[in-house]
């Protein structure tokens, strides 16, 4: 099971929710934060996870989650509605990169996803998040390659592909299409020459017997 199918049934299908995109990372700046606050001693793994409310209106949330070395389960550390959020900065426009910030209203995060492919899959369907479910104020996707917020985008390669794929076969199914249709017209041409034949040998036959 995928480290996002663990996390779903683990910490946001108990909650009624639906996680739509996590990412492992790592702090780019180190905070320092009280024994007590860490919940335990120890490593541990993080991953920001955008998920959505099952129910009406729907909600979205970021929440960042941890797993302590030696344990199997998560535990929720914080949460943001995405109303929150008030930027996305990607670090570099240009290629692809692992680091990324997030900025609430009440706060900031650095971080450095498991590899650049995670970060932009995760970049990318925040923004188609964003972009649906927040009417007003949006927040701000800046140093993001263009892929990642339009255009040529990851999914909209998928959707082509897509709709590639069902081109091409009907386009296939159109040309066997007038492949039949011209087998069947010759069929005709065929049984009507054969039919013609057929009259013309009975006519014949009958002026020999007169």
């Known amino acids: 099971m995928s480290a996002k199918s663990t996390l779903n049934k683990a910490i946001f299908i108990p909650n009624d929710e639906r996680l739509l995109a996590a990412v492992q990372v ?13 919940g335990g001693p120890g490593d541990y793994t993080t991953f920001i996870c955008l998920s959505v409310t099952n129910k009406k209106p729907a909600q979205v949330f970021l929440t960042k989650v941890k797993q302590f070395e030696g344990s199997s389960s998560f535990v929720r550390r914080s949460q943001w509605t995405i109303s929150q959020l008030r930027q ?29 492919g995670e970060k932009c899959v995760f970049v990318q369907v925040l923004h188609h998040t964003c972009q649906r479910f927040i009417p007003e104020r949006k927040p701000e996707f800046i ?23 069902v081109q091409k076969a009907s386009q296939a199914l159109n040309e066997r ?33 007169c």
């Open 143 to 165: 140093n993001c390659p263009s892929k990642l917020l339009g255009g040529n985008s990851i999914l909209h390669e998928a959707a082509d592909s897509v709709s590639s794929a």
């Open 177 to 209: 299409g007038e492949r039949l249709g011209r087998v069947e017209e010759k069929t005709g041409e065929m049984m009507n020459s054969a039919q013609h034949f057929a009259d013309t040998a009975h006519k014949l036959a009958m002026k020999h017997k």
């Open 26 to 38: 790592k702090r780019r700046t180190k905070k320092k934060i009280p024994f007590l606050a860490t």
């Open 88 to 116: 996305v900065n990607g670090i570099d426009s240009v290629r692809d990169c692992p680091e990324f910030d997030l900025i609430f209203e009440n706060g900031s995060d650095q971080w450095t996803a498991g590899s650049a």
